[in-house]
């Protein structure tokens, strides 16, 4: 049980265009997920916290526009990144949690690369 | 602020035990949570502290001082595949419970 899925797992996109990554909870419901991001040899940063049907809760230097969260349902968030550039090149991770538990259940990552 | 500090890189032999620590200053507490992750993969689950003491679990142990404000991981009978990073991570008191990931130690198990 617990099984979080990312989809895609690995992409290439050109400067500028968008791309967008689904975090699925397989066999529990989400109430809250979490997007992180992670360059080489580095740690996990948290981008935002998402709870379904509200707006997600950014951290501080991550840009909201830039980063779109959708937590449409309770087994599924979006994390879109706009007019991606060579910077936004990383591995990002989801995880979630059905509710005030102590852990949180990851994803297997997205690894992005930006040409 | 928000500070949880690890060493860096750690090296040790086969069959040997190895401890990794892990320092925090965190606005709230709710929780220790030590995952270990290998290269391009995502975080697993090793082990959860919340009260003073120790976890174990088969090979895997972990301490916790609230007092303090550390904990450690400790690995025995090291074998090749435990080459990792070991991520510490401290979940906080807001409403989403957040958590707040260390630096990361990166093990390297040598034969």
């Known amino acids: 049980g617990a099984v979080v899925s990312q989809h895609p797992s690995w992409v290439i996109c050109k400067s500028g265009t968008s791309v967008k990554i689904e975090c699925r909870s397989l066999?529990?419901?989400?109430?809250?997920m979490f997007w992180y991001r992670q360059f080489p040899k580095q740690s996990l940063m948290l981008m935002a916290t998402?709870?379904?049907?509200?707006?997600?809760?950014?951290e501080q230097g991550v840009e909201k526009d830039k980063f779109l969260i959708n937590h449409a349902s309770l087994t599924l968030s979006t994390l879109t990144v706009t007019s991606a550039h060579p910077e936004d090149s990383s591995f990002y991770i989801c995880?979630?949690?059905?509710?005030?538990?102590?852990?949180?259940?990851f994803g297997p990552g997205t690894r992005l690369t930006v040409t | 602020g928000q500070n949880i500090d690890q060493p860096t890189e750690m090296t040790a032999t086969e069959g040997a035990i190895v401890q990794i620590n892990c320092t925090y200053q965190?606005?709230?507490?709710?929780?220790l949570f030590w995952y270990q992750q290998h290269a391009g993969e995502a975080p697993t689950f090793l082990s959860y502290?919340?009260?003073?003491g120790l976890e174990e679990k088969g090979r895997f142990s972990s301490f916790l001082s609230r007092s303090k404000g550390y904990s450690y991981l400790l690995l025995k009978e090291l074998q090749m595949k435990d080459s990792a990073s070991y991520l510490c991570?401290?979940?906080?008191?807001?409403?989403?419970?957040?958590?707040?990931f260390g630096t990361g130690t990166r093990l390297k198990v040598l034969a």
């Open positions: 502290n919340v009260l003073d």
């Open positions: 995880s979630a949690t059905p509710g005030q538990t102590y852990e949180q259940y």
């Open positions: 965190t606005s709230g507490f709710n929780g």
């Open positions: 066999d529990f419901q989400a109430t809250t």
């Open positions: 991570a401290v979940r906080g008191t807001s409403g989403t419970y957040k958590y707040i």
């Open positions: 998402s709870n379904e049907g509200s707006k997600a809760t950014y």
